[in-house]
């Protein structure tokens, strides 16, 4: 974010976190553009590496982590891949909504309330995931960050619909 994004972010009124994931619906994006542009707001997205745990938090705003894998020792800075900020530009910057990315590792749920509070955001916006198999036993196993959101945190949650299913179809679940 340019320094002049930076300062308009100062000047909204709203900000709004949202969660982003690598090969997630562009819809997601596009929807909290929407809901920023409403809302006069700025937009915080984060992506959350989940096969690590946060060890700390930077004055930068990144995180220091280490891996879930016992063997892997050494601390990681957290950063998000730079072909999915690059992505991420091209879908927000048209719009003029400011906007910044942060990485951050550990349960997904619980590093988007904590970011939600430590911006003083209004919402947390997250899209729903694709129908499938795998989708379903990820959910059942692990949960679904919406619904955790939803049910351990105090900032209102707005989920983004995905990949709908039709009234008259089962859910995966079901």
Do not use: C
Not at 4 to 22: N, W, Y
Not at 39 to 48: E, I, Q
Not at 72 to 85: K, L, R
């Amino acid at each position: 974010m340019s320094t002049e994004d930076a300062k308009r972010s100062h000047e909204r009124s709203a900000t709004l976190v949202v969660g982003v994931v690598p090969r997630q619906s562009d819809a997601v994006v596009h929807e909290a553009l929407r809901f920023a542009e409403l809302m006069d707001a700025a937009l915080v997205l984060a992506t959350v590496d989940s096969t690590r745990y946060t060890t700390g938090h930077n004055p930068d705003g990144s995180v220091a982590a280490f891996s879930i894998d016992p063997d892997a020792a050494e601390v990681i800075t957290e950063e998000a891949d730079p072909g999915f900020a690059e992505h991420l530009s091209t879908l927000v910057e048209p719009s003029g909504v400011p906007w910044t990315l942060r990485a951050l590792a550990g349960d997904p749920a619980h590093e988007l309330a904590r970011l939600a509070h430590e911006v003083g955001a209004v919402a947390i916006i997250v899209g729903t995931r694709k129908r499938g198999l795998r989708t379903s036993a990820h959910e059942f196993f692990n949960g679904s960050v919406a619904v955790h959101l939803a049910h351990r945190q105090h900032h209102p949650v707005i989920v983004i619909p995905v990949d709908p299913v039709a009234h008259d179809e089962h859910l995966p679940w079901e």
